[in-house]
């Protein structure tokens, strides 16, 4: 039985993870997250691994508040850069899988087709630029067997994200504004915790592999908005609204579809639509 580490088990990811646990009995599980395991702290994640003879480590643990992060550049920095490269140094050292989660944030959202792993980076904010630093660690440490997955406008059943505060705003208000001027592609939580469960066995590389992972096709957050209360069945109207006119303290990628071809080719993986995943979780969260 194969042992995995999953660190930030209390987000979105890991929680989907989690949800899974029993459909895939050939892996024993340790759920973690900064209560029980402080993945700043070498030694500790060593001793961790060590004691209980983990074989492959998940990092899903990030600072994700992009807004709060302009305010907050040492923790995010800390957690989303220091730590990688402190998970990256333990995983070379005990020959064990890595898979890290990063973000389409790492791209400045200038381009005008889908991007692919080899494109040029140029975070725009404090969150992009620590998910990017911690790459780079993890690529010049470059320890065997690892990946980093890239995904998008992640949502899932659980925590908090886009499509719970759609749900929740549509059900007390009559009309609401989204923005209309980006582009991504959603990206529910389950289907990406899958595919990581798929990859662990496949997972052969001697240098560090980038991939990217969102569901197929592409909206803006007004199409996004729109299309989760048609799905509730709820009477709220949306308008659309530009970036420019929404006040944030984090500049945000106006164009940051991922290209994905490159994990389907090589892992022999069919990904969904962004609207077929997103009826399936507001099923679920409608169901509960």
């Known amino acids: 039985m194969t042992k995995v580490l999953v660190t930030g088990s209390k987000g979105q990811l890991g929680m989907e993870l989690k949800s899974l646990d029993n459909y895939f009995p050939n892996f024993s599980f340790f759920w973690t997250d900064k209560e029980n395991l402080d993945i700043e702290n070498f030694i500790e994640v060593e001793n961790f691994i060590l004691k209980n003879k983990v074989e492959v480590l998940i990092n899903c643990a990030a600072y994700t508040n992009v807004d709060k992060?302009?305010?907050?550049?040492?923790?995010?920095?800390?957690?989303?850069?220091?730590?990688?490269k402190s998970l990256a140094s333990i995983a070379k050292k005990h020959?064990?899988?890595?898979?890290?989660?990063?973000?389409?944030?790492?791209?400045?959202?200038?381009?005008?087709?889908?991007?692919?792993?080899?494109?040029?980076?140029?975070?725009?904010?404090?969150?992009?630029?620590?998910?990017?630093?911690?790459?780079?660690?993890?690529?010049?440490?470059?320890?065997?067997?690892?990946?980093?997955?890239?995904?998008?406008?992640?949502?899932?059943?659980?925590?908090?994200?886009?499509?719970?505060?759609?749900?929740?705003?549509?059900?007390?208000?009559?009309?609401?504004?989204?923005?209309?001027?980006?582009?991504?592609?959603?990206?529910?939580?389950?289907?990406?915790?899958?595919?990581?469960?798929?990859?662990?066995?496949?997972?052969?590389?001697?240098?560090?592999?980038?991939?990217?992972?969102?569901?197929?096709?592409?909206?803006?957050?007004?199409?996004?908005?729109?299309?989760?209360?048609?799905?509730?069945?709820?009477?709220?109207?949306?308008?659309?609204?530009f970036a420019s006119e929404f006040k944030s303290k984090a500049k945000r990628p106006n164009f940051s579809i991922l290209n994905t071809k490159k994990i389907e080719k090589e892992f022999d993986i069919q990904i969904p639509y962004w609207q077929t995943s997103l009826n399936n979780c507001i099923s679920k969260i409608m169901n509960r």
């Open 69 to 84: 992060a302009e305010e907050e550049a040492e923790l995010a920095d800390r957690i989303n850069s220091e730590a990688v």
């Open 95 to 241: 020959n064990l899988k890595l898979i890290h989660i990063s973000t389409d944030y790492v791209f400045d959202g200038n381009s005008i087709t889908s991007y692919i792993e080899s494109d040029k980076t140029n975070p725009q904010n404090i969150y992009g630029l620590t998910k990017l630093k911690g790459e780079k660690y993890l690529l010049e440490i470059n320890p065997c067997n690892s990946v980093i997955i890239r995904t998008s406008w992640l949502y899932s059943e659980f925590s908090a994200n886009f499509v719970k505060t759609i749900l929740k705003l549509a059900a007390q208000k009559k009309t609401i504004s989204v923005i209309s001027d980006q582009k991504g592609s959603p990206t529910y939580a389950n289907d990406l915790a899958k595919v990581i469960l798929k990859l662990i066995p496949l997972i052969k590389n001697k240098d560090v592999q980038i991939y990217h992972y969102a569901n197929k096709g592409e909206c803006s957050w007004f199409q996004f908005a729109q299309e989760i209360v048609k799905l509730s069945d709820e009477k709220c109207i949306v308008k659309p609204i």
